[in-house]
């Protein structure tokens, strides 16, 4: 099965040359659940025109420094991008801005939180079990980076995970073919911290860290690939 990865930014300049770009992440993240995709990435945010979504054999939408209230250029053919492959029930998964964005474009409603910024390793509630993660525990620990939430999800999707700061934090859609996370399962520890020192000046010191001292849960990343990976699969 090929993944389309649709990268609508990138890892921050300061990180980007150790740690790499988002593709590279959700690639490693597949190989490990070892389901044998092979990966195409497409550009959007650099200009690199849009597949046809029906077309495609799955859907990876990543995260992004942008907001879905925000004016880029790419932003109306995304939300197209996103009604299409869900119309043809093409399996697609987002993730922190892929997941906000796939809400914006199905009806939901997303904004800069009051919270402020989420970051470090969250632990979130399993409200509901898919078919593809049957054998989820009572609760998940993933890493997160993130002001922008999903407010009210759009009336397709069901919440499968959620805490206190993130309400609406995994979305399962009733065609069966859409996924989002607003955590990051691709995200390995040593680039959760870097990323969370990254915020100091912009975040409150407090909250970098307390993400800092998170990387010590026990991280459910691998799980939580693994489920993406059966979603996939069908």
């Known amino acids: 099965m090929k993944l389309t990865i649709i990268q609508t930014g990138d890892v921050p300049e300061p990180l980007r040359g150790k740690y790499g770009p988002y593709a590279t992440m959700f690639e490693r993240m597949f190989d490990a659940t070892g389901n044998g ?30 907001g879905v209230y ?4 790419w932003l109306k053919p995304l939300r197209a991008f996103i009604r299409s492959a869900y119309g043809a029930r093409t399996p697609m998964l987002g993730v922190c801005f892929g997941h906000q964005i796939m809400a914006d474009a199905l009806g ?13 390793r969250h632990t979130y509630s399993v409200k509901d079990r898919p078919a593809f993660m ?15 939430q999903v407010i009210v ?12 700061f993130t309400p609406n934090a ?11 996370f607003q955590p990051h399962p691709e995200f390995l520890d040593d680039y959760t911290v870097a990323l969370a020192e990254l915020r ?13 001292a ?9 799980a939580v690939a693994g489920y993406i990976g059966r979603f996939f699969r069908g």
């Open 37 to 66: 995709f092979s990966y195409r990435t497409v550009k959007i945010a650099e200009g690199e025109p849009f597949p046809q979504a029906e077309t495609l054999e799955g859907i990876v939408i990543t995260g992004s420094a942008a």
């Open 70 to 73: 925000e004016d880029h250029a």
């Open 108 to 120: 939901g409603d997303v904004r800069k939180s009051e919270k402020g910024w989420g970051l470090g």
């Open 134 to 148: 049957r054998a989820a525990p009572a609760a998940l620990a993933v890493a997160c980076s993130h002001q922008d």
């Open 153 to 164: 999800p759009p009336g397709e999707a069901e919440v499968i995970l959620s805490s206190d």
């Open 170 to 180: 995994g979305l399962a859609y009733k065609n069966g073919a859409a996924l989002s």
């Open 200 to 212: 100091r000046g912009k975040a409150p010191d407090d909250v970098v860290d307390a993400a800092v």
């Open 214 to 222: 998170s990387v010590a849960t026990p991280s459910d990343s691998q």
